[in-house]
């Protein structure tokens, strides 16, 4: 009986190292014999639990960095509303960054009161958060039992991008038919227009003759003013090249004086040349008229880790802080004479090469030492891969 023993001991001890967890271990098969096909059904366990916790492993490790890198806000809560587990992007929209596991969500939300008052009635859909970065989101909640104990999930998607995204198409849809349209009507008035000069000066009527060059000069301006839409309205998808950033920059001092801050970029960056140009312009071209001295308008490049910013600065005072996500709108400008294009065209822009642009107000001493005033905008560009 001794031998058989010696197996069982073997086995037995293989059996408490699975129940401890420990799946790397066999038994000693020289001790083995009479037991062998035992031995062997337990060294498949091993290698199974083996395999079906590494898969485990990586599948939390996948959940997780989904988790950490979300944009949307998760919030776990049990049955007293305690807040069990958030991602970043839930501290960054309740606490500014701050870590609040442990804390009541109801605390939380104070300073938020629809944000508040709907997840105090488990009431679902769009919330409308001013004084978030993202103003537009989607509430979720679901309610499961973990442990034999009620909990309760939170999610707040961000939609104002997407919202803002569908606007720009609905805009850019009715701007391509509207075109056709005009284009359709101004192409005979002007051939009309200069038909008609011609007969009047045939018959020597001067003031017939100014009255057509009127028409024809407006026809003319229409024109040109319908084209700038529609170039809005049919924007290509960008052609990533490098950029090289002493000719972007010398073609920008070529068109309006502004203050080179910090160094230029030093690593490779890639985006469409023309279109990162015309939406620099844009920038520039808002800042000298919105009344700014030269000197006080500057533009800064800021390498990030996976993303560059393109600053672009003026002195002109600024714009009313209800209407700083107005003037993003299609249309929509606080000049007499403008167009309403100009940065919805830099949103569009920004967007399509997968980043952002967002303005803000800002006051600063200058090199005198005197305060000034303007508006600070943000370009935010990722790290766009050459294909």
Not at 228 to 254: H, T, V
Not at 264 to 274: E, G
Not at 282 to 292: F, I, R
Not at 312 to 338: C, H, M, N, T, W
Request: hydrophobic share 40%; net charge negative.
């Amino acid at each position: 009986m001794q031998p058989l023993r010696r197996e069982i001991l073997a086995l037995n001890l293989h059996a408490q190292n699975l129940q401890d967890g420990s799946f790397n271990t066999s038994a000693n098969q020289l001790a083995i014999d009479e037991l062998r096909p035992l031995a062997t059904s337990l060294e498949n366990m091993s290698a199974q639990l083996r395999s079906e916790r590494a898969s485990l492993y990586q599948r939390e490790l996948l959940l997780d960095t989904v988790l950490q890198s979300s944009p949307m806000a998760l919030i776990l809560t049990n049955y007293h509303d305690t807040v069990l587990m958030n991602n970043p992007a839930a501290s960054q929209l309740l606490t500014q960054g701050k870590k609040f596991a442990g804390s009541k969500l109801n605390s939380l939300t104070q300073h938020m009161p629809l944000l508040h008052q709907a997840m105090l009635t488990k009431q679902q859909g769009l919330l409308r958060l001013d004084n978030t970065e993202q103003a537009v989101w989607h509430l979720s909640i679901s309610q499961f039992q973990l442990n034999q104990q009620q909990h309760w999930l939170y999610l707040l998607k961000p939609l104002t991008r997407e919202i803002q995204r569908e606007e720009l198409n609905a805009w850019k849809k009715l701007l391509r038919v509207i075109g056709h349209e005009l284009n359709n009507t101004l192409a005979p008035l002007s051939s009309l227009a200069f038909s008609g000069k011609q007969l009047a000066e045939q018959a020597q009527q001067a003031a017939l003759s100014r009255l057509f060059d009127t028409l024809s000069e407006r026809c003319a301006h229409l024109n040109q003013f319908v084209q700038a839409y529609i170039e809005f309205a049919k924007l290509p998808p960008p052609q990533a090249d490098r950029i090289n950033w002493p000719r972007l920059i010398n073609q920008l001092q070529d068109h309006y004086d502004f203050e080179l801050q910090g160094e230029l970029p030093t690593r490779h960056w890639h985006a469409d040349p023309q279109q990162l140009a015309q939406l620099l312009l844009n920038l520039l071209k808002n800042a000298h008229e919105s009344g700014s001295a030269a000197a006080h308008i500057s533009l800064r490049c800021t390498e990030l880790a996976s993303a560059l910013q393109i600053q672009v600065q003026d002195g002109g005072g600024g714009i009313a802080a209800e209407l700083l996500q107005q003037v993003l709108v299609p249309f929509y400008s606080s000049k007499p004479q403008g167009s309403g294009i100009g940065l919805t065209l830099c949103r569009d822009i920004a967007e399509a090469h997968g980043g952002s642009i967002s303005l803000a107000n800002y006051t600063a001493g200058d090199s005198s030492g005197s305060a000034v005033s303007g508006l600070r905008v943000i370009v935010t560009l990722p790290e766009i891969t050459p294909t």
